[in-house]
């Protein structure tokens, strides 16, 4: 099956850095060569994701700080009772 590249006007990637490139990515190089209408979109399902794995990361990040600056309160507490 051969794609006829007239009828693309859009390119979802998962930003791959394949994909990302400004030189000689993929998606410039159908650009360049194929398609010079091309569309450039970026998958929301995987934006999404990243965005909500870095979310999760920070918030286990404060949870621990937080929990290690209990047990610091709680070791110096125990430690000015002697």
Same mark, same amino acid.
């Given at each position: 099956?051969?794609?006829?590249?007239?009828?693309?006007?859009?390119?979802?990637?998962?930003?791959?850095?394949?994909?990302?490139?400004?030189? +000689?990515? &993929?998606?410039?190089? #159908? =650009?360049?060569?194929?398609?010079?209408?091309? +569309?450039? &979109?970026?998958?929301? #399902? =995987?934006?999404?994701?990243?965005?909500?794995? +870095?979310?999760?990361?920070?918030?286990?990040?404060?949870?621990?700080?937080?929990?290690?600056?209990?047990?610091?309160?709680?070791?110096?507490?125990?430690?000015?009772?002697?």
């Amino acid at each position: 099956m051969k794609l006829n590249y007239q009828k693309a006007y859009c390119f979802g990637k998962d930003g791959v850095n394949v994909f990302q490139g400004t030189k +000689i990515d &993929v998606i410039k190089q #159908v =650009h360049d060569n194929y398609v010079p209408h091309l +569309i450039r &979109v970026h998958c929301m #399902v =995987h934006h999404t994701n990243l965005a909500m794995q +870095i979310f999760l990361n920070l918030f286990l990040m404060i949870w621990l700080e937080n929990l290690l600056q209990t047990f610091a309160f709680v070791r110096q507490i125990w430690s000015s009772q002697d």
